[in-house]
């Protein structure tokens, strides 16, 4: 499964950004999808997963009421919408998918994408 983010940038506190990935390859291997990120000398944290069903979703609780994870199957694409963004949320970004939401729950996706960079200036 490859993996491709975009959608990073350079956005003011307040603001918004969305972020998308497109999943390709043995994407029927796969039952869920998320998106991580990984702030300058921090470890990296699951921000917010769904899966490729639909219905189930997780978001980390620093993210809870401003950003918005979502699915479109017939694209294979997941998308990240990030409101009200604060100066802790810059961080690069990754995209991942695992055979189960438990797995990116527990932080151990099976395929990463690369990161794509999101800062936030106050």
């Known amino acids: 499964v490859q993996l491709q983010a975009s959608g990073g940038g350079l956005v003011q506190a307040g603001g918004s950004l969305r972020l998308s990935c497109v999943a390709s390859?043995?994407?029927?291997?796969?039952?869920?999808l998320a998106w991580f990120r990984q702030a300058p000398g921090e470890e990296r944290e699951v921000v917010a997963a769904?899966?490729?069903?639909?219905?189930?979703?997780y978001y980390a609780d620093s993210v809870k009421g401003r950003f918005t994870i979502s699915r479109d199957i017939a694209r294979n694409t997941v998308d990240l919408q990030m409101n009200s963004l604060k100066s802790e949320d810059t961080a690069v970004y990754y995209c991942?998918?695992?055979?189960?939401?438990?797995?990116?729950?527990?932080?151990?996706?099976?395929?990463w994408g690369q990161g794509t960079l999101v800062t936030v200036s106050s």
């Open positions: 390859g043995r994407t029927f291997s796969t039952s869920a």
């Open positions: 769904i899966r490729w069903s639909g219905g189930t979703t």
């Open positions: 991942a998918a695992a055979k189960s939401i438990q797995t990116i729950v527990s932080g151990r996706p099976d395929y």
